[in-house]
Every structure is written in C-alpha cells, then in structure tokens.
C-alpha cells in the first residue's frame, strides 16, 4: 500500500492478483486503525484498494456468494427443511464447498424455520410504537434475522421489560459489511444509502438505533460516514447507533434497568469480538452479565476468533482461520466453562468449531435470568451446559 501510495509501485498492482492474495488477508477488523501510532486509517485505505481491485476485474464467484448473506438466508429460510439437511450432509457439503467455496469442514449455523421480521410483523413491532417514553430502532442484522431469530426477540423483550419501546422497519436491509470487506462497495453505497433513508428520519424522531451484531454497529459507525461521503445523514445514523449491550450498559449506569435477575448457576468464558473493540465502548456484555446471580463471568484474552464474519468459512482461508483462533477455542474446552459467551455472531460459529460446549449471546442470558425463556426452552438453548436457572 505504501508502495502505490508513493509511486513506488504503479497504480495498477492493486489490480493484480498478487494484490488481491495480500488484500485478502486484511478482514476489516478495524484493530489497525485504533494502533497505528500515526492515526492512518488503515482498513479506509483497504477498502479502496479492494474496490480498485473489484472495479477492474469484478467479484470472483467465492466473494460474491460471501458477500450476499442477505439473499442466502431468504433462499434458506424459505426451505429450511432442505437448507439444514444440506448442511449436515458430506456430499453436499463437498458440492457447496466446489461452487460457492464454503469450507467443507466449517461448521454452519442452521436456518430458522421462521425468520425475525415475520415474528416482528407479528408482533407489530413494524409499526412505528405510540407514546412518548423512551424508543429504540432494533437494526436487524443477517444472523438473528435468518438463523437466531430468538436472539432478537429476546433483545425486544428485555427493552420492553424496561420501558423501552422498540420499531423494526419492514424496509431496512443488511449492513453491508460483507461487501464492504471484500471490496463491492459500489453495492454497498446503494445499501447504506437505502438504510441511511429510514434511519436519520427515525433519529430526527427520537429514536435511537441498536443492533446485537457488533460488526453490523461498526459497519453503520465507520463505513456508512466512508463510503458516503457527502452525507450528513450518516454521521447522524453513527451518532445515534450502539450495539445493544452498549445501550443497555447505560441504561444500568443511568439506573433505569432492571435488576430483576433470577439466579443462574454456572461459569462461561466471555470473549471480546474485534468490531465491538473498535467501538471504542468497553465490554458492555461482560458487564451485564456480571449483574447476574450466581453466574460466574471469565475474560477470556486470546486475541481475534480468526472468523472475521465470512471470511473463515472460505475454503482457502479455513485452516488460517483455526490457527488464529487455536488459543480461543482451545481455552473453550477447560473443564471449568460450561459454555462460552460473546456478541459477535461470526466469533460464536468459530467458538463452537473445536468443541460441543455452545456459546451463548449476553442478551440471551439477560432474558433468560428475567423469566422470558421458558423453563423448557431454556433448558433447549443451553442443553448440555449444566447452567440452571433458580
């Protein structure tokens, strides 16, 4: 990059396939831009240089597919029966992995029979709520939209919990963030914009913006303000977004959450995501849950996952991948965690690839320990942790 930047290289190596193998390795994690002693912004820079790459030879098959989680969760949900059979299945795995790239090895979340958005419009969540108390816009990312459906609800339940009303707008589409990391930003632009729409007026009405995927908060905090330059609506949407342990963090530092906790027994490894370090927020979901009883909270410091959203589920980056989160996922199998915890949806698949304890999402606990899981289904989504819920 210092080459091209001072006419070292020519320009045209960021064309170039040598180019592309070295800009593959970055995965947009943001940790360069919060070390670098000069205050590059480093994953900018990447990301224009993997555009330049995408504008004169286009998206390769393998990162196009990457890119568009959006449209592989509609296809999916809506044959859930077949998508979740494919995944288990070894001669379907070894065509998905010859087509599309997806590591043959990779564990892969299931598809949910019944997506969030459909429960919200069941729910009228879409409906913008009535009243004056305090309102939050839930920005659904891919994961809890598709395949942990329960994950979101259970965010909207502990808000309402504490007086907050929540709106989901029927309209609002993916992050983008996917594309963004392997250099289609040209789509992502038409995205942001489209979310930067609905966003920014719901601001201008009261309304703050929280989502449970650090990577989808950091795609609206530090790309959106990037990659659309002459907005001023989207340094507003970034003013106005946290993810949703941030935002519940400061509702129990301003005292107006709930405390309400039943006991959970049990000890779990928290792992801090990448994109929700370069928030700059502190480890909200750490804290959160060491409001609980009973439930004893370990940071677990190993560095990055090495999923880096869809970037460890590519066939050539899988066996990179499991180096870089060996320590993480090698700490998973002490005996003394029943299961890990993280936000990060991607950190979770990798956390789940080297052992059969589950990782959990903070949320997920919170509304648990409030009564809104049921004893049955709770035992459901902790089986095999030996957390008890007294």
């Not at 330059?229 to 509702?251: I, K």
Request: aromatic share 6%.
């Amino acid at each position: 990059m210092r080459g091209v930047l001072t006419g070292t290289l020519p320009a045209e190596t960021v064309a170039t396939d040598d180019f592309k193998a070295i800009a593959d390795l970055c995965v947009n994690c943001h940790q360069c831009r919060m070390e670098c002693p000069a205050g590059v912004d480093i994953p900018r820079l990447m990301t224009e240089a993997k555009a330049a790459y995408v504008s004169v030879n286009g998206l390769r098959p393998t990162d196009w597919f990457m890119s568009r989680p959006d449209l592989l969760g509609a296809v999916g949900s809506q044959v859930s029966w077949l998508a979740n059979w494919m995944i288990g299945n070894r001669q379907a795995r070894w065509v998905l992995e010859k087509l599309m790239g997806v590591a043959q090895g990779r564990k892969l979340p299931h598809f949910a029979r019944q997506t969030f958005m459909r429960r919200a419009a069941r729910r009228r969540l879409t409906r913008p709520p009535r009243g004056s108390g305090a309102r939050v816009l839930l920005f659904v990312d891919v994961y809890a939209n598709y395949f942990d459906p329960q994950l979101a609800e259970a965010l909207v339940d502990v808000l309402e919990h504490n007086g907050v009303s929540v709106y989901v707008p029927n309209d609002q589409v993916q992050s983008a963030m996917s594309m963004i990391s392997v250099g289609a930003v040209e789509k992502a632009r038409r995205m942001a914009s489209r979310n930067v729409a609905i966003l920014a007026e719901a601001v201008r009405q009261g309304y703050k913006i929280v989502t449970t995927e650090p990577a989808a908060a950091s795609c609206l905090v530090h790309e959106y303000p990037a990659i659309l330059e002459d907005e001023s609506d989207a340094r507003l949407v970034a003013a106005n977004t946290s993810e949703a342990c941030t935002q519940l963090w400061q509702m129990h530092l301003t005292g107006k959450l709930r405390l309400d906790f039943k006991p959970i027994s049990g000890t779990l490894a928290y792992h801090m995501p990448c994109h929700l370090r370069s928030l700059g927020v502190g480890s909200s979901g750490e804290n959160l849950l060491r409001l609980i009883p009973g439930l004893n909270v370990v940071h677990v410091e190993k560095g990055c996952s090495g999923m880096a959203g869809t970037w460890g589920m590519k066939r050539e980056h899988y066996r990179s991948s499991l180096r870089a989160g060996f320590d993480l996922i090698s700490s998973l199998r002490d005996p003394k965690f029943q299961a890990g915890t993280t936000e990060c949806s991607s950190c979770k698949i990798q956390m789940e690839q080297g052992t059969i304890k589950p990782t959990i999402h903070p949320i997920k606990l919170l509304a648990q320990a409030y009564g809104f899981l049921g004893q049955k289904e709770s035992l459901l989504n902790v089986r095999g942790q030996d957390l008890i819920v007294t």
